[in-house]
């Protein structure tokens, strides 16, 4: 319980410190010490008197095994005690004859040993006296080696030298001449750049004055594209205008006719319709005869039932109107149309191409 290492008294030493603080820490310390030194004095003291009672112990027991037991178990307990501290004997005989065994080839193993370490020592120093003479000779033959692998590399280089020097006086005068080659050559390069770039500036003046001849004729086709078109659609617009005043005309024409037959049928309504006609519709009209080749052929009338008072005659549809005005005889002229004449369709427009 009081085997306390280093460790475990630092340990202790600092939890103390840290929860006790450094002024106690002297006081604790010698008082811990007076406290161990006491409890191991008092465990020494145990210690002596457990001794003392074995001791005193022994020599009672037997005291009292001889006072109490019968003679035949004690003079068994005698033989078994002799017979015990025979073994006992004879245990210790062979264990010193066995430590004498060992021990003897302990030194025979070691007198073995010495002599091998002084063989191997033996082997080892004339070893390293081998491995002298061949560093020796191995030196001296590098020595040699190297002193005659110095003097060709001082030749090799001595040549080297004279070799770098005729090659530096060659590339000098191969510089040289390149020097003059890229000087002609630059001249005559240069003077080809000159001779590129005049007719480079010939070529691109050239090509403005073509650029500016090409735009000029394209602006001129553009201006007459533009004027064409410009005609184009004023002579669209103009055939348009033309159309509309055609179908306006056509349409007052049909209205004009339609008026007038229309007048000429309220007319007729007025008379008693004729025997043989058909009513269609509200309108009676008078068939005419068979076609006869001495006989030009008969108008149709067109007679309307009498309508009540007030009220206006039911329309006719145009295209009936149409039909039935191509039948009717030319209407005698009045004055009213003496005095305004007759209009007439413009042309048709003539399609182009």
Do not use: C, Y
């Given at each position: 319980?009081?085997?306390?290492?280093?460790?475990?008294?630092?340990?202790?030493?600092?939890?103390?410190?840290?929860?006790?603080?450094?002024?106690?820490?002297?006081?604790?310390?010698?008082?811990?010490?007076?406290?161990?030194?006491?409890?191991?004095?008092?465990?020494?003291?145990?210690?002596?008197?457990?001794?003392?009672?074995?001791?005193?112990?022994?020599?009672?027991?037997?005291?009292?095994?001889?006072?109490?037991?019968?003679?035949?178990?004690?003079?068994?307990?005698?033989?078994?005690?002799?017979?015990?501290?025979?073994?006992?004997?004879?245990?210790?005989?062979?264990?010193?004859?066995?430590?004498?065994?060992?021990?003897?080839?302990?030194?025979?193993?070691?007198?073995?040993?010495?002599?091998?370490?002084?063989?191997?020592?033996?082997?080892?120093?004339?070893?390293?006296?081998?491995?002298?003479?061949?560093?020796?000779?191995?030196?001296?033959?590098?020595?040699?080696?190297?002193?005659?692998?110095?003097?060709?590399?001082?030749?090799?280089?001595?040549?080297?030298?004279?070799?770098?020097?005729?090659?530096?006086?060659?590339?000098?005068?191969?510089?040289?001449?390149?020097?003059?080659?890229?000087?002609?050559?630059?001249?005559?390069?240069?003077?080809?750049?000159?001779?590129?770039?005049?007719?480079?500036?010939?070529?691109?003046?050239?090509?403005?004055?073509?650029?500016?001849?090409?735009?000029?004729?394209?602006?001129?086709?553009?201006?007459?594209?533009?004027?064409?078109?410009?005609?184009?659609?004023?002579?669209?617009?103009?055939?348009?205008?033309?159309?509309?005043?055609?179908?306006?005309?056509?349409?007052?024409?049909?209205?004009?006719?339609?008026?007038?037959?229309?007048?000429?049928?309220?007319?007729?309504?007025?008379?008693?319709?004729?025997a043989g006609s058909a009513v269609v519709s509200g309108v009676t009209m008078v068939m005419n005869p068979p076609p006869d080749a001495n006989r030009p052929p008969l108008p149709v009338s067109v007679v309307l039932p009498p309508a009540p008072a007030g009220a206006r005659p039911p329309p006719v549809p145009a295209k009936s109107l149409?039909?039935?005005?191509?039948?009717?005889?030319?209407?005698?002229?009045?004055?009213?149309?003496?005095?305004?004449?007759?209009?007439?369709?413009?042309?048709?427009?003539?399609?182009?191409?």
């Amino acid at each position: 319980m009081l085997n306390l290492g280093f460790q475990e008294i630092l340990v202790i030493l600092f939890v103390a410190l840290i929860f006790l603080g450094p002024n106690m820490l002297p006081e604790i310390a010698s008082g811990l010490g007076k406290a161990i030194r006491e409890v191991r004095k008092a465990a020494a003291d145990i210690k002596n008197e457990i001794s003392l009672d074995d001791a005193i112990r022994g020599p009672l027991a037997e005291l009292r095994d001889a006072t109490m037991l019968a003679p035949e178990e004690l003079k068994r307990r005698d033989e078994a005690q002799k017979a015990k501290r025979k073994a006992e004997l004879e245990e210790r005989e062979r264990k010193l004859r066995e430590e004498a065994e060992r021990r003897r080839i302990e030194g025979e193993e070691q007198k073995r040993r010495d002599e091998e370490q002084v063989a191997k020592a033996r082997a080892e120093r004339e070893e390293q006296e081998r491995k002298a003479r061949e560093e020796q000779e191995r030196k001296a033959r590098e020595e040699t080696e190297r002193r005659r692998i110095e003097a060709e590399e001082r030749k090799h280089r001595d040549e080297e030298k004279a070799a770098k020097k005729r090659a530096e006086k060659e590339e000098q005068e191969r510089k040289a001449r390149e020097e003059a080659e890229r000087r002609r050559i630059e001249g005559e390069e240069q003077k080809r750049r000159d001779e590129e770039q005049a007719a480079k500036a010939r070529a691109e003046r050239e090509e403005q004055e073509r650029k500016a001849r090409e735009e000029a004729e394209r602006r001129r086709i553009e201006g007459e594209e533009r004027k064409h078109r410009d005609e184009e659609k004023a002579a669209k617009k103009r055939a348009e205008r033309e159309e509309q005043e055609r179908k306006s005309r056509e349409e007052a024409e049909q209205q004009h006719a339609a008026s007038k037959v229309s007048a000429r049928a309220a007319k007729a309504a007025e008379a008693r319709p004729a025997a043989g006609s058909a009513v269609v519709s509200g309108v009676t009209m008078v068939m005419n005869p068979p076609p006869d080749a001495n006989r030009p052929p008969l108008p149709v009338s067109v007679v309307l039932p009498p309508a009540p008072a007030g009220a206006r005659p039911p329309p006719v549809p145009a295209k009936s109107l149409r039909s039935m005005a191509s039948h009717l005889p030319p209407p005698l002229p009045s004055h009213a149309d003496a005095k305004s004449p007759r209009p007439s369709l413009p042309p048709l427009p003539r399609k182009k191409g």
